[in-house]
């Protein structure tokens, strides 16, 4: 897999290398407990989004016979919609992030009973 660091420089990686566990069970980081404040610099965090898209789009490259197989494509499908449309909605990644995916995006946005096309958007 190809990722592009905060330089720009254009690195090979694999799926393991991209981890984001230790962020998001942290609670110095990801505050899960009521009435624990967010930090100032959560929104700077936003490259685990664009690590998840990575992750996302690994399990469909190198994956989807096997969850196909287990039947768990509509799950996966809905995951993939649902981080699309809340990464669009709050502008968390810019669109050359996810423009890998655009096909997919552009099918389970039209499928009937999925999100509209302009949702999409």
């Excluded at 969850?67 to 810019?94: G, K, P, W």
Aim: charged residues 20%; contains cysteine; hydrophobic residues 35%.
């Amino acid at each position: 897999y190809y990722w592009y660091d905060e330089r720009g420089k254009k690195a090979k990686c694999t799926a393991p290398s991209i981890s984001v566990q230790k962020p998001v069970t942290n609670e110095d980081v990801f505050p899960t407990k009521y009435g624990r404040e967010f930090p100032s610099s959560f929104m700077s965090l936003g490259k685990i989004c664009t690590y998840l898209c990575h992750v996302l789009d690994h399990i469909y490259r190198a994956h989807l016979k096997t969850t196909l197989a287990l039947e768990l494509h509509s799950h996966l499908n809905t995951l993939y919609i649902h981080f699309i449309l809340f990464t669009r909605e709050f502008n968390l990644l810019d669109a050359k992030e996810t423009a890998v995916m655009d096909d997919l995006t552009e099918v389970l946005c039209s499928s009937p009973g999925g999100p509209t096309p302009a949702a999409c958007s």
